[in-house]
Structures are given as C-alpha cells and as structure tokens.
C-alpha cells in the first residue's frame, strides 16, 4: 500500500514498483535525516490514517460561459460564438506518508481562456453553392506555482503560458447534380506560444534562470472532396 517498510527503508523487491525505491533508501540513509523518524511506528494499520507529514488539498474549481448569437441581414446568415473559460486548482501531496518531507509536493494553477469565432452563411449560382466565411481567435493565459520538498533538495517553481491562435477559413460546396456535389475548403492559422521558467531554491537561489521561450507556428490547411449521395441514407465522399 506504499507504507515504508519496517526500519529505515522500503523493501524495494516487495514494494510496489517504484523508479526512486532505490534513492528514497539511499536519502533516509544520509545522516542529515533522524532515523527515529522512519521506522515501523509510522505503518499504519487505519485504511483511513495515514502518518504525512504535510497537508493535503485537492481542490479544483471550473467553470465557464458560452454564448450564441445568429441572425439573418438579406440572404445572409451572421453566427458569432463566444466563450469564456476559467480553473484554478490547489494539490498537495506527501508521497512518502511518513513526517520526513522526502517527497512532498504543492501545486498551484491559474488558467483563463477566451475564444471567438464570427461566421458568415451564403448561397450564390441560383442556390446551388452553398458556403461559409469565417474568422476565430483563441486566447489562452495560465500558471503554475509549484513547491517541491526532497529532504536534502527543495526547489519552487514558476511557469506561465500565454498563447494567441489566429484563424480565417472559407469553404463552399458546389451541386454538380442532384446527387453529386463538389466540395473545397481553406483554412489558415498563425499561433503565438509563449512560456515563462523559473525555479529556485526556498532562499532564493537560482536553479533554473528566468527565462521566457516564445515561437510561432502557421499552418494553411485545404481541402477537396467529392460527395455521391447513392441513397437518401448512404453517402460516399
């Protein structure tokens, strides 16, 4: 159940399979941590008792709006979608269920987003095309605020996000014939990701120096088909 085994150590072979068994040995093994801290005392026997020795949370709130609007001017239909999104989220957690911190961890996020897309619905060439314009925007804006407690390493960590996509698109398909219709299509779309770094020990000393790493990304993605309707319940494309 992940409970140390008796004594000042995990019994790596019966434990559960566990990477860091081995470090987690050799860490309760340096003189710096009490080993009257670690020993068969701290084996629970209450399913629902544990022995951490650090709070635990795991709270989490989301929510979000999203909204439709459509109307018609002449022939034409006007769509606009817009949503918003927000979470925020605390965890804590002490891995190694005993009062030594040699795994504990806390985490805090922060995350909004927003989107919008406008949509223009037509038809031309006596009602035969039929297509739809658009544009979109996405805007996204997140961070995470983490501790780490190693017993011997203690770090705090820092990382942001803020990310923008861009989009305009266009499509139309064409009835050659009461059957078969002829569809092409264009998107394209301009992203900007940008990420914040920085970790650093409790008293400030840097492990990770601040740094930001920003890119952009295009993308122009077509499309072509061909669509038969052979019965009102079958389509081939």
Do not use: M
């Amino acid at each position: 159940n992940g409970s140390p085994a008796q004594g000042l150590a995990y019994n790596c072979p019966l434990a559960p399979p566990r990477p860091l068994c081995g470090t987690y040995n050799a860490v309760l093994g340096n003189p710096a941590v009490p080993a009257s801290l670690i020993n068969g005392q701290y084996i629970s026997t209450d399913p629902d008792a544990t022995w951490i020795g650090q709070e635990t949370r795991s709270d989490l709130d989301s929510w979000g709006l999203h909204g439709t609007i459509e109307g018609e001017v002449g022939a034409l239909t006007l769509r606009s979608f817009s949503a918003y999104r927000d979470l925020e989220a605390q965890f804590a957690r002490d891995s190694d269920n005993t009062p030594v911190p040699f795994s504990a961890t806390a985490n805090d996020y922060r995350y909004t987003q927003i989107s919008q897309e406008f949509q223009v619905l037509g038809q031309a060439v006596d009602d035969r095309l039929d297509y739809v314009l658009g544009l979109y925007f996405l805007d996204e804006d997140g961070s995470d605020r983490s501790s780490t407690n190693l017993t011997l390493v203690a770090a705090q960590n820092l990382a942001e996000i803020d990310n923008q996509s861009y989009a305009a698109f266009g499509q139309g398909t064409f009835r050659l014939t009461d059957r078969l219709s002829a569809t092409a299509g264009l998107r394209y779309t301009r992203e900007e990701k940008e990420l914040f770094l920085d970790v650093r020990r409790p008293n400030g000393a840097i492990v990770v120096p601040a740094q930001t790493v920003a890119e952009d990304f295009t993308n122009t993605s077509p499309r072509l088909g061909l669509e038969f309707q052979a019965t009102p319940d079958l389509l081939a494309y």
